[in-house]
């Protein structure tokens, strides 16, 4: 068996060593692991890398971690152009010395940058349960216009502007539920539709927020974190 490399694409460092690898024209077997469908953890992976970490490179029976150590064993291996890494000492320890400095700096402020706005909803986020929707229909909409009966009440605002939550932040909450995406038009009709929008422009425009100020953000923090638990 030849070169083979265990790397997921949306890992930095599994990037840098595929395009290493693909720039050069070194030969390799793309042996993809999936971080998000958790495919490291699997125990298949664990004979390759008891870390559960990508990426991984597998040359025959030697196996090697960390990306760095594997740019550099890829690049001492194959041809490569003198300038990936040079041979002259100092040019080289130019190139040593930032991808020392990457590790401790830059990488990490760079991945909490991609947890904090990709990842975190990826793992975190939970959907508006099922269960919580289907009561909603069958216990109180029921075959009824709104809520309570045929005309719109104070329970139906509640609900609406409740829900309105979730779909501000992208879920779908009403898609596949055409009573309660029916139940929702009439609501909506009989608030008045411009008035529903610019109660909801702000909900609607959430998910847009930008960053807030490190002050607030210190402030903040105790509540974000109870949030999460
Ligand atoms: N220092 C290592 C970092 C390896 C690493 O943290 N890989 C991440 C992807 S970027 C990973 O596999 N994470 C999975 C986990 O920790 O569960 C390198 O540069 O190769």
New binding site residues.
Partial sequence: MGLELYL?L?????RAIYIFAKKNSIPFELRT?D?RKGQ??SDAFAQVNPL????VLKDGDFIL??????LLYLAGKYEVPDHWYPRDLQACARVDEYLAWQ?TAL?RNC?RALWHKVMLPVFLAEPVSPEMLAVLEGKFLQDKAFLTGPHISLADLVAITELMHPVGAGCQVFKGRPKLAAWRQRVEAAVGEVLFQEAHEVILKAKDSQPADPTLKQKMLPKVLAMIQ
């Fill in positions: 997921d949306l890992s930095q460092p599994c692991v971080l490291h953890l559960q970490k990508v990426p971690t960390e990306s760095v150590a594997i590790h990488r991945l």
